[in-house]
């Protein structure tokens, strides 16, 4: 088995517009892109890619899903080959191993310090809004930096009393264990056994993941005290890797796929500052030197970033080296400077929002234009100095991976610098000739990777459960957590009852109960689908061709269940379906003695009922009764088509009634008729569908 590491490290790395812009031509279209269907043959467009969800929908065949189920529908590789194939393309190194008892042990330390974080910054934000000392203090100073209770509450942010142990007195008896206090670096703990609070008497500044969860902390501090540092970080931990983490990636990756570019600040105010005036596409690296970490956690979003700096000229210079690496990891550099005195923070306040936007738009200016404007200052007469700029800006046109943009850029270098063209392409074949050398030196380190291996043609898998694509939550973080749960051990609600004992159900429940019951008994059988699909005959007319292939049920109801992004309404067929997905992924099949002996009595309880449930037909005998019964088996396909279908004719007529409320409403009435008309065709299609199936 692939080891959850080696699977999370794909998630985060694959780019999912970036991999299957290798087998279909993209636009951009808004925040996401389109292109013509890779499974039929279409004039217009209907296949989307949504970089900040991470997933793809073809709208002609209702296929979709995330990177993973693409390459599995597109190029028929199991899962476990899909990921070998990314990891090949993105040099990550595979490990397969069982997991031991410590690995579980270790991701139950990491939910447990996510636990403490979580708890520290609803902490630090309440105490500050709704205590004496919290507001005079705290809210006080984010009140004196012209941040608003909407931009407060937006970014979390909090105070820590400026007492030894407050915080951690407080967690401590609240039942947060110490371990978890210290190894977060919210409490210090001395040799002597006393304990402290970190961030006491600071401001706080949660940091959170792409998928919004807490990963550690900046204070900063509101004395003068000299002897300490005016902004404090979290230690680095098993969940906190500040070389790898951006501040206000969450808030900001909607606008950043949206704008198509990305702000890069210095501090945690000026991403704030920014965001509250309407530039919401913006990220900090917290004053910590830029890493191709970082960048690459942007390049997931776009490929355009634009640099903000400050007017001191000291910082330019030293700033300035982030521009190289921006450019290696193959992204389109902008650069606007501030003037002297100014950063973003205090230049947002001076300007209204459309006076900010302007100044960013025409102050912008290329890589090229922005070194040679700082640096030949300093070269001014001096050929030693000139020289030696030209030779740094050829440096950096040396880092793009992209030729065609180094020649594009050498062009514009020599109509600013009036030198010649052939000097600069000598100088830059040389740097290159030197790059290759020493990567040819360099030892790798690449782990030998296992091939991929051809998968059979009929076997059909899906990607991961959709549940969480929502856009909030990058799915590979939906990943990580899902398997995480799974290998925790999903603790279940006390005192709910059983499928035999459940309250009368809707219609929508039943569809979930049927899809549960489907796939406990006949998940792992294979089966022959048959598919409709709209098709235009020699006349240009609409008609419906049969399309068949073969699947397992199981694969076959998480497909679909995927396509269409369903989530259960119901706990305990959600907790069940869960844990399904799980096994679907890693295992390719359904285990079910993993279910009925799971350690939530809730699912053990609920699947053992329905397998035993399906047994008590077989008491009627009616075989010696001399009574033909037809077996379940022999109309499975009729059985999973019906179910789905019904379940989508369920959720459009519940969607419809919603459209319907917003038809009083003026200013929504004609979008919503229009979503109400397009909802009633496609229920037209289900019918026809249905139809055709019975």
Same mark, same amino acid.
């Given at each position: 088995m692939i080891s959850r590491e080696s699977i999370d490290r794909v998630f985060e790395t694959a780019r999912v517009e970036e991999v299957i812009g290798e087998f279909v031509t993209l636009k951009k279209s808004g925040s996401s892109y389109k292109g013509l269907s890779p499974f039929v043959d279409e004039k217009t467009p209907s296949f989307m890619v949504s970089p900040v969800k991470g997933i793809w929908k073809d709208f002609s065949t209702g296929k979709g899903g995330n990177v993973i189920s693409f390459l599995m529908e597109h190029e028929h590789y199991s899962y476990p080959e899909a990921i070998r194939f990314l990891a090949d393309k993105y040099n990550i190194a595979i490990e397969e191993t069982e997991q031991s008892d410590e690995q579980k042990e270790a991701a139950d330390e990491r939910e447990s310090m996510y636990l403490v974080s979580k708890y520290a910054q609803e902490y630090f934000n309440n105490l500050m809004q709704n205590t004496q000392k919290g507001k005079a203090i705290g809210l006080s100073y984010f009140k004196e930096r012209g941040f608003t209770d909407e931009t407060i509450e937006t970014f979390q942010l909090g105070y820590?009393?400026?007492?030894?142990?407050?915080?951690?007195?407080?967690?401590?008896?609240?039942?947060?264990?110490?371990?978890?206090?210290?190894?977060?670096?919210?409490?210090?703990?001395?040799?002597?056994?006393?304990?402290?609070?970190?961030?006491?008497?600071?401001?706080?500044?949660?940091?959170?993941?792409?998928?919004?969860?807490?990963?550690?902390?900046?204070?900063?501090?509101?004395?003068?005290?000299?002897?300490?540092?005016?902004?404090?970080?979290?230690?680095?931990?098993?969940?906190?890797?500040?070389?790898?983490?951006?501040?206000?990636?969450?808030?900001?990756?909607?606008?950043?796929?949206?704008?198509?570019?990305?702000?890069?600040?210095?501090?945690?105010?000026?991403?704030?500052?920014?965001?509250?005036?309407?530039?919401?596409?913006?990220?900090?690296?917290? @004053?910590?030197? &830029?890493?191709?970490? *970082?960048?690459?956690? #942007? =390049?997931?979003? %776009?490929?355009?970033?634009?640099?903000?700096? +400050?007017?001191?000229?000291?910082?330019?210079?030293?700033?300035?080296? @982030?521009?190289? &690496?921006?450019?290696? *990891?193959?992204?389109? #550099? =902008?650069?606007? %400077?501030?003037?002297?005195?100014?950063?973003? +923070?205090?230049?947002?306040?001076?300007?209204?929002?459309?006076?900010?936007?302007?100044? &960013?738009?025409?102050? *912008?200016?290329?890589?090229?234009?922005?070194?040679?404007?700082?640096?030949?200052?300093?070269?001014?007469?001096?050929?030693?100095?000139?020289?030696?700029?030209?030779?740094?800006?050829?440096?950096?046109?040396?880092?793009?991976?992209?030729?065609?943009?180094?020649?594009?850029?050498?062009?514009?270098?020599?109509?600013?610098?009036?030198?010649?063209?052939?000097?600069?392409?000598?100088?830059?074949?040389?740097?290159?000739?030197?790059?290759?050398?020493?990567?040819?030196?360099?030892?790798?380190?690449?782990?030998?990777?296992?091939?991929?291996?051809?998968?059979?043609?009929?076997?059909?898998?899906?990607?991961?459960?959709?549940?969480?694509?929502?856009?909030?939550?990058?799915?590979?973080?939906?990943?990580?957590?899902?398997?995480?749960?799974?290998?925790?051990?999903?603790?279940?609600?006390?005192?709910?009852?059983?499928?035999?004992?459940?309250?009368?159900?809707?219609?929508?429940?039943?569809?979930?109960?049927?899809?549960?019951?489907?796939?406990?008994?006949?998940?792992?059988?294979?089966?022959?689908?048959?598919?409709?699909i709209e098709e235009h005959d020699k006349n240009g007319k609409v008609v419906m061709v049969k399309e068949e292939y073969t699947n397992t049920v199981c694969h076959e109801l998480f497909l679909q269940l995927q396509d269409d992004e369903i989530e259960f309404t119901h706990p305990i067929f959600q907790k069940i379906y869960k844990e399904i997905s799980y096994q679907i992924n890693q295992e390719e099949k359904l285990l079910l003695d993993q279910l009925t002996s799971h350690p939530d009595q809730e699912i053990s309880r609920e699947v053992t009922h329905i397998l035993m449930d399906d047994e008590r037909y077989t008491l009627s005998r009616w075989e010696s009764k001399e009574i033909e019964v037809a077996q379940k088996t022999d109309v499975l396909q009729k059985l999973v088509q019906d179910v789905i279908l019904n379940l989508r004719r369920v959720l459009i007529d519940l969607k419809v009634k919603e459209l319907m409320h917003e038809i009083t409403d003026e200013e929504k009435r004609v979008e919503a008729l229009q979503e109400v008309m397009s909802y009633t065709q496609l229920k037209t299609l289900l019918f026809e569908k249905l139809y055709r199936v019975v």
């Open positions: 820590c009393l400026d007492e030894w142990s407050a915080f951690t007195d407080t967690a401590l008896k609240n039942g947060y264990d110490l371990e978890y206090l210290e190894s977060t670096g919210l409490t210090i703990v001395k040799e002597n056994g006393k304990q402290y609070d970190r961030f006491k008497g600071r401001v706080m500044f949660p940091i959170h993941s792409m998928s919004g969860r807490v990963l550690g902390f900046g204070g900063r501090i509101l004395t003068n005290d000299k002897k300490a540092a005016k902004y404090l970080n979290s230690p680095e931990s098993d969940i906190y890797h500040k070389s790898k983490v951006l501040y206000g990636i969450y808030h900001a990756k909607k606008t950043i796929s949206k704008e198509d570019n990305c702000y890069l600040v210095e501090g945690y105010t000026d991403v704030i500052s920014m965001y509250q005036k309407g530039i919401t596409n913006v990220v900090a690296s917290s @004053g910590t030197a &830029l890493t191709p970490d *970082q960048i690459r956690l #942007v =390049k997931r979003l %776009t490929p355009n970033m634009t640099v903000l700096f +400050d007017g001191d000229a000291a910082g330019l210079r030293a700033s300035v080296r @982030g521009i190289d &690496l921006i450019l290696e *990891q193959g992204m389109n #550099v =902008k650069v606007v %400077t501030f003037p002297d005195g100014d950063d973003p +923070d205090s230049f947002s306040k001076k300007k209204t929002t459309e006076e900010l936007k302007e100044y &960013l738009e025409n102050n *912008q200016q290329d890589f090229i234009s922005f070194k040679v404007s700082l640096l030949m200052e300093e070269a001014k007469n001096d050929p030693i100095k000139k020289a030696g700029l030209i030779r740094d800006i050829v440096m950096s046109i040396s880092k793009i991976p992209d030729s065609i943009k180094q020649e594009i850029y050498i062009q514009e270098c020599v109509r600013m610098m009036d030198i010649s063209e052939t000097v600069l392409f000598n100088e830059l074949a040389q740097m290159m000739d030197k790059k290759s050398r020493d990567a040819e030196r360099k030892p790798s380190t690449a782990q030998p990777r296992m091939s991929i291996a051809s998968s059979n043609k009929n076997k059909v898998t899906g990607g991961i459960s959709s549940s969480n694509a929502t856009g909030d939550m990058p799915d590979d973080a939906a990943f990580q957590e899902m398997m995480l749960a799974q290998e925790s051990g999903v603790k279940g609600t006390k005192g709910q009852a059983s499928a035999k004992a459940l309250p009368k159900t809707n219609e929508l429940e039943l569809y979930e109960s049927e899809i549960i019951k489907i796939l406990l008994l006949y998940g792992n059988h294979e089966v022959s689908f048959v598919d409709w």
